[in-house]
């Protein structure tokens, strides 16, 4: 049994978790340009359309994510407008 390496040392927030994500997604793309640059005059049609396609799916992903992202903090400001305006922003939580 393998013992996987924590991400998060805390209980992340949504926002934490989105963008560890786009991180990881942008370092893929990247692994993907650096080895085309280096192996491109190697690879035959099918390594060069597995790339294409890995890359556009990649692509879609990091869109999709930041798309996520901005919901997010779109929702942030919401709520955080409206306990400032219910008075409630100085208030702890019951937990």
Known sequence: MVI???IFKHYPESSEVVDHLISKTEKK???????KSIGLKFWNETKFAQYDRDR??????LKS???????IDYHDM???VGMEMSGQMDIDPDF
């Open 4 to 6: 996987q390496k924590r």
């Open 29 to 35: 793309l990247n692994d993907l340009e650096e080895s």
């Open 56 to 61: 556009y799916n990649q692509k879609e992903l």
């Open 65 to 71: 994510l930041e798309d996520l992202k901005k919901e």
């Open 78 to 80: 919401l709520h955080d």
